[in-house]
């Protein structure tokens, strides 16, 4: 297929498009000061922040201007993966950067934030009101005593508020964490314990598909079961009033910035910006530390270069406080884009919704999921009939592969000329991997290429890289914004195995993929067992809490299949405890219990009564082998006999897949 699509591009960006890319005119500074060279386009660009990884970076801080209050002492310290140590002696503050344009005169009191919620009504917080807003609740933050390397919490949907309240956390040196308000309170508790917050902001509940959905008492059950907290911020979504002991929003951000204020904590580079978390398949999800300073330098280079984005653009992504691309989207503000928040359902009234997102806010860079596309292909949806996509000058796609056929439909519904980007990343970098360049061609079912300072590479299991061949997705060489650890993992043994415990040395991140010979990525899908729903990542550690309290469910086993018509199938495997059926309405209750204890998006598309789960011989349930199973491996090919408890309950699963195929 590739070689094929390699002739007949898609989509080309034409003279005029490549030289006012930002990645080019970086390209000609860099030859100039830094020696990258001059000829050869994206792939020689490539090849050389990989080569020369320290002079790569050392050039992308300076063309972003980073503004280092004391001087590093060289780029890299130590490239050993894991521990990486990027600009020793560096200090900075990733809001001061993400601030910087309300300094402008002249940009002040253009639009930083437009809101838009179901009403699809767009609301602007200027650049100067959120330097102010986030400049007073920084002051309270210090006044609660909030101190560098304090953690605050925010259990908030993708609202202003939610960027103001992280913004002052990293202001303060404070850590940065969040779910969205869909998470019931077991998911939440199961990520914030760990971390232990100071300070939690709260909405009294959020609103969905044309329905108000009240979770007071869901916050206070976590203001009783977090007893760090020194304080609890209301943000009244709903109207109302703050309950007992918490703080008003309101009263947090009414104060005025003057010139005496010292807000920016200058932090080592290193020092934590927030805590993200993977989706727990085998435990508690994992609490991934990422640093200020690395963030900092890795979003410049995704947005400022990949995204192609700039002042005059804006950035819509559809995306939760509970899935890395929230954050990704607030770092738009550190290009001087005005980014688009929209909360609520991705298709209410309609399945166009996100398209009538874009018409309202004039966006230039639109995100979503590979699922979106497919949903609105599979329903007919016309965007560019409907909706004025004029502006729209790039789809980016990410959460899952994008199939062919979707970018098809995206050239064909949307527009001609249309850059089409689908991106592959992770919660674990915060970045991308391979993904969108601007003056590259794309081919259909195709990332374009690896990205700039990460040395991506196809590995066979005798861990030898292969072109055009299916492997593991293996970087070489360290990112910036790879974890500087886990918390609570004060040996570092989980952050290594998470990683590295397959190829010591080199970061394998559980993806399968093909590099082909002409240097664009295509992407498999997992080579593990996380659950990917609309793009947003869950355990499957988190189902089987949920649905083995009931008492008919000895036990469950759940599995996410990514399709080629790029659907989406997740069935739940139960084990009956003796005596009880699966009836209509024990379907029911299962289907309840998941929406109600952990999330809508992850209720299972077919609930199936088996024998008996499968496990390692160690106890472990036995997902991977289950999934290649259902994609049509074979026995022999999928699963190690003598690693399985009872080999016999895997046939089960084997005929289902041949009824399937």
């Not at 003279?15 to 020689?44: C, K, L, M, N």
């Not at 990486?84 to 910087?100: D, I, S, V």
């Not at 989207?329 to 359902?345: E, F, H, K, N, P």
């Not at 979106?372 to 990410?398: I, N």
Request: glycine share 8%.
């Amino acid at each position: 297929m590739t070689a094929a699509a390699s002739l007949d591009p898609l989509w080309q960006p034409g003279p005029d498009r490549i030289a006012a890319a930002h990645v080019t005119r970086f390209q000609s500074w860099a030859a100039e000061r830094y020696g990258a060279p001059a000829e050869g386009g994206y792939a020689a660009l490539h090849r050389w922040s990989v080569d020369e990884l320290e002079t790569f970076w050392a050039a992308l801080a300076d063309w972003f201007d980073i503004r280092f209050s004391t001087p590093y002492t060289r780029v890299l310290g130590d490239r050993t993966m894991p521990g990486a140590q990027w600009f020793p002696g560096a200090t900075l503050n990733y809001a001061e950067h993400a601030l910087r344009t309300a300094e402008d005169p002249a940009r002040a009191h253009d639009p930083a934030l437009l809101y838009v919620d179901e009403t699809h009504e767009p609301v602007a917080t200027s650049w100067s009101e959120l330097r102010r807003q986030v400049i007073s609740l920084a002051r309270e933050l210090r006044a609660l005593g909030v101190r560098p390397g304090d953690r605050v919490s925010g259990y908030l949907p993708n609202i202003p508020q939610a960027v103001t309240a992280l913004l002052a956390t990293a202001a303060v040196g404070g850590v940065w964490t969040s779910c969205a308000p869909d998470f019931g309170a077991r998911s939440v508790l199961d990520r914030f314990q760990q971390v232990e917050p100071v300070v939690l902001f709260t909405v009294d509940g959020y609103r969905y598909g044309g329905k108000e959905h009240d979770r007071t008492e869901t916050v206070a059950e976590l203001r009783r079961e977090l007893p760090t907290l020194r304080a609890v911020v209301h943000v009244p979504l709903l109207g109302t009033p703050a309950p007992e002991g918490a703080l008003a929003w309101s009263d947090l951000t009414a104060g005025t910035a003057t010139a005496d204020d010292q807000v920016f904590e200058q932090v080592p580079f290193d020092h934590p910006l927030w805590v993200l978390y993977s989706s727990g398949t085998t435990g508690l999800p994992k609490a991934i530390v990422q640093s200020q300073g690395g963030i900092l330098l890795e979003h410049f280079k995704q947005i400022g270069l990949h995204c192609d984005l700039g002042p005059e653009d804006r950035f819509f992504w559809y995306t939760s406080t509970g899935w890395m691309m929230w954050n990704f989207l607030v770092s738009g503000l550190l290009t001087g884009t005005t980014i688009v928040l929209y909360d609520g359902s991705p298709g209410f009234p309609a399945v166009d919704a996100q398209w009538a997102v874009a018409d309202r806010t004039r966006t230039t860079l639109f995100g979503t999921s590979a699922a979106y596309v497919m949903a609105c292909r599979k329903a007919g949806a016309r965007p560019a009939g409907a909706h004025d996509l004029s502006r729209v000058k790039c789809v980016a796609t990410t959460g899952s592969p994008l199939p062919p056929d979707g970018f098809r439909w995206l050239h064909d519904e949307v527009a001609e000329d249309l850059w089409i980007a689908s991106v592959s990343g992770g919660t674990d970098v915060c970045s991308c991997f391979a993904g969108a360049v601007p003056t590259l061609p794309v081919q259909v079912g195709e990332l374009q290429a690896a990205c700039l300072g990460t040395d991506l590479q196809a590995w066979d299991p005798a861990g030898r890289p292969v072109l055009d061949e299916v492997g593991e997705l293996i970087v070489t060489n360290p990112m910036p914004s790879m974890p500087i650890r886990f918390w609570n993992d004060p040996d570092g043994s989980r952050y290594r195995d998470s990683y590295f415990e397959m190829f010591p040395g080199v970061w394998r991140h559980g993806d399968w993929i093909t590099i082909t010979g002409h240097g664009s990525v295509v992407i498999h899908g997992r080579s593990d067992s996380t659950l990917n729903r609309q793009g947003v990542r869950m355990g499957s550690a988190d189902i089987y809490e949920a649905v083995e309290r009931l008492p008919e469910i000895r036990e469950s086993l759940v599995i996410g299949l990514e399709e080629p018509d790029g659907g989406y199938w997740m069935p739940l495997f139960v084990h009956l405890t003796e005596g009880a059926v699966l009836d209509d309405a024990l379907r029911a209750r299962v289907k309840h219990t998941i929406r109600e204890y952990l999330s809508p998006r992850h209720v299972p598309d077919e609930i199936i009564q088996v024998p008996g789960i499968p496990h390692t011989l160690t106890g472990k349930r036995i997902e991977v082998p289950v999934k290649r199973l259902l994609q049509g491996t074979a026995l022999d090919k999928a699963v190690n006999a003598g690693s399985v408890d009872n080999l016999e309950l895997l046939r089960f699963y084997e005929h289902l897949a041949r009824e399937r195929h």
